[in-house]
């Protein structure tokens, strides 16, 4: 039986994510309000703009619900989603939901125009391929609690991270045609069957 999984579809590429959990036959539910997560057994946060995801958040109430989603489900955030999902950011507008001990700064990497494309390698996965990676106005996790996981770097930079259920990532996975990152959040943490 799929699982259902929901992407937060406040604004951003929320599409993109949905997408690539049906190439993976996997049952997505946008969430747009906090009874949307009810039945959902993870949860997606997607890039977009996090000044503009934090007032979003908070005119739909979903602060609070997400928090309490967490204690028991998985969580993905990429790039807006990992600052918001961050312990702590650069940015006094935004908002974070506290769910990793990550400190995150905002399009740390430049401007639009310094977004860039690169593989990195993954060794967390099987095989030896390595992933494309896609940046775009990027933050930068600038540190990283004692209980959290660097699982990629570039350059030394962390740029994806566990810890416990959430999962932080600064690029954009969606954005490729590799499913590879989307089935580790299933398998490691839902014990998804049967993906591609």
């Known amino acids: 039986m799929p699982k259902k999984i929901g992407v937060l579809a406040l604004q951003g590429d929320f599409a993109k994510h949905q997408a690539m959990l049906r190439l993976l036959k996997i049952e997505t539910v946008l969430v747009k309000k906090p009874g949307d997560l009810h039945g959902c057994e993870g949860l997606i946060i997607p890039g977009g703009e996090s000044t503009t995801l934090?007032?979003?958040?908070?005119?739909?109430?979903?602060?609070?619900?997400?928090?309490?989603?967490t204690e028991k489900h998985p969580i993905m955030g990429t790039c807006a989603g990992a600052i918001m999902v961050a312990s702590t950011v650069d940015d006094q507008r935004i908002?974070?939901?506290q769910l990793i001990d990550i400190s995150v700064a905002r399009n740390a990497y430049g401007r639009q125009i310094d977004s860039f494309i690169t593989h990195v390698d993954v060794p967390f996965?099987?095989?030896?391929?390595?992933?494309?990676?896609?940046?775009?106005?990027?933050?930068?996790?600038?540190?990283v609690g004692s209980q959290v996981e660097v699982l990629m770097e570039l350059h030394g930079n962390?740029?994806?991270?566990?810890?416990?259920?959430?999962?932080?990532?600064?690029?954009?996975?969606?954005?490729?045609?590799?499913?590879?990152?989307h089935k580790y959040f299933l398998e490691h943490f839902l014990s998804t069957q049967a993906l591609l």
Not at 125 to 143: E, Q, Y
Not at 158 to 181: C, G, K, Y
């Open 125 to 143: 996965l099987k095989g030896s391929a390595r992933f494309k990676t896609v940046f775009i106005r990027a933050p930068k996790i600038r540190n």
């Open 54 to 69: 934090t007032k979003l958040i908070q005119k739909c109430n979903l602060y609070e619900p997400i928090r309490e989603f």
């Open 158 to 181: 962390p740029i994806m991270v566990q810890e416990s259920n959430v999962l932080a990532l600064t690029f954009h996975p969606e954005l490729t045609s590799d499913p590879r990152i």
């Open 95 to 97: 908002e974070p939901l």
